[in-house]
């Protein structure tokens, strides 16, 4: 979009302060595709977990380098927070509000003391919103017959995925091919909806911009 003179549009809004808590490998596409050098983005501080699950075999996650690199790279901060430490990221964020705040494989749930640290808080759901809010989304999707799954970008409430929507990204899927299980499936979609990620986070940051 320009404005009338040819004058590109978002030259001519203040860049939004942002904080992003981000964790595994779509956290990083919207890190280096959407966060870095983004016309609408003034990139305070990022926020990530250095640690897989234990449930994962714990130990360091296998994208943690790249984080550090791409946030060296740009001279942005990075803080590693593991599931204990992010239960006090309040005391942790940046001095000044943020304009967003922009989450994204966060395993830890954010209080309102928390979101009250942005003027918006804005979450990349990995699922169709309200229909698939909570866990495995993509899943119960299959499991649902569902000739299509979505990832969903949507403003943050105390109540986990509840708030209103800010743009939602589509991809058809085929049923559930024999012999694989609804689980195996699933890992596949996930990995088709990474390339995803990045057009979304540029809606929803559009979204707030505007």
């Not at 016309?39 to 990530?48: I, M, Q």
């Not at 699950?53 to 740009?74: D, H, I, N, S, T």
């Not at 967003?100 to 494989?105: G, P, Q």
């Not at 009250?116 to 169709?128: E, S």
């Amino acid at each position: 979009m320009k404005h009338a003179r040819g004058q590109d549009w978002t030259t001519s809004l203040k860049k939004l302060r942002t904080v992003a808590l981000l964790g595994r490998e779509p956290g990083l596409r919207v890190l280096q595709d959407v966060l870095i050098d983004n016309p609408l983005v003034e990139l305070a501080a990022v926020y990530t977990h250095p640690n897989l699950p234990k449930k994962e075999g714990g130990g360091p996650r296998p994208e943690l380098a790249r984080y550090e690199a791409v946030c060296a790279a740009a001279q942005v901060p990075l803080h590693r927070l593991d599931v204990a430490q992010a239960k006090s990221l309040e005391q942790m964020l940046p001095e000044h509000r943020a304009d967003l705040l922009l989450v994204l494989s966060w395993r830890s749930i954010l209080t309102a003391a928390m979101l009250a640290q942005a003027r918006f808080a804005i979450n990349l759901h990995r699922g169709a919103l309200p229909a698939y809010a909570g866990a495995e989304p993509v899943r119960r999707a299959i499991e649902a017959g569902e000739a299509r799954v979505a990832i969903t970008a949507h403003h943050m409430v105390e109540e986990v995925d509840a708030g209103r929507v800010a743009a939602t990204v589509w991809m058809d899927i085929a049923p559930c091919p024999p012999p694989l299980s609804a689980a195996e499936y699933a890992e596949e979609v996930k990995a088709r909806l990474l390339p995803l990620y990045a057009p979304l986070a540029r809606l929803a940051i559009a979204s707030v911009a505007a």
